[in-house]
């Protein structure tokens, strides 16, 4: 009982239930536009969107709800209180984390990585300025609805999410004959090609060097069967990029 009451002491039920609901409705904007962007097969897709949104959803209730507790019933502020800025330090925290998010984001030739991981980074920030305003049921909503919808997005992949990135490295000496077989072969695994980059040997050979991004359900193994069938191929490499 000493508990609800501590809860409902600052926001009542019937206001923590609006919190929810605003942050819900940014997770489905966010969404929206994520669902147009992942289509696209662009890097940042739906996952990242929504927690972007969510995140900002949430930071904007702690800056305008999460100083309740610095005045009394009266608005009267309490001692210690007078003349401070509470949401200066929140300030900074908003803008600073990013940095921290940029350090886990890197390129790898034309892929993008930890996009997401970065998004999840400035969400927690703000979950952790929730918790720390004291408002606590915002705070832990907002964690099950993060971590529920990873779990999801993970479960079912959209989008450029559910493609796998791959070098492939190889040589040939029956160029005109290879190359439209392998743009066939692509095509045949609804592959995307980033990169690709064609050298010329001094021994005639046509060396390729090719980054694609393939559906999941194509296998490593049926990328090197398909080498391994082909006799004009004198050396190659399949290396999956995480």
């Given at each position: 009982a000493m508990l609800v009451e501590y809860f409902s002491s600052q926001f009542s039920l019937?206001?923590?239930?609006?919190?929810?609901?605003?942050v819900i409705v940014a997770c489905v904007c966010g969404a929206c536009i994520g669902l147009e962007r992942s289509r696209r097969f662009?890097?940042?897709g739906?996952?990242?969107h929504i927690i972007v949104c969510c995140a900002a959803a949430v930071m904007m209730i702690v800056s305008k709800y999460a100083f309740v507790d610095l005045t009394n019933a009266a608005g009267v502020s309490f001692n210690g209180t007078r003349g401070a800025d509470p949401a200066r330090i929140a300030a900074q925290v908003v803008s600073g984390i990013s940095f921290l998010g940029a350090g886990v984001i890197f390129?790898?030739?034309s892929t993008i990585k930890g996009l997401t991981t970065a998004a999840g980074i400035w969400a927690t920030a703000g979950i952790g300025l929730a918790i720390g305003a004291g408002m606590y049921p915002l705070g832990i909503f907002v964690t099950a609805v993060i971590a529920l919808l990873q779990f999801i997005m993970h479960k079912f992949k959209i989008g450029a999410d559910a493609l796998t990135s791959v070098k492939l490295q190889f040589e040939t000496n029956e160029d005109?004959?290879?190359r439209p077989e392998f743009f066939k072969k692509t095509d045949l695994w609804k592959a995307q090609?980033?990169?690709i980059k064609i050298d010329v040997l001094d021994s005639g050979n046509s060396s390729y060097c090719i980054a694609i991004r393939v559906p999941q359900n194509v296998k490593t193994e049926d990328i090197l069967d398909f080498f391994k069938s082909d006799k004009s191929i004198h050396s190659f490499s399949v290396i999956p990029i995480a």
């Open positions: 019937a206001q923590c239930l609006d919190f929810f609901i605003r662009k890097e940042a739906i996952r990242t390129k790898n030739g005109e004959r290879f090609i980033d990169e």
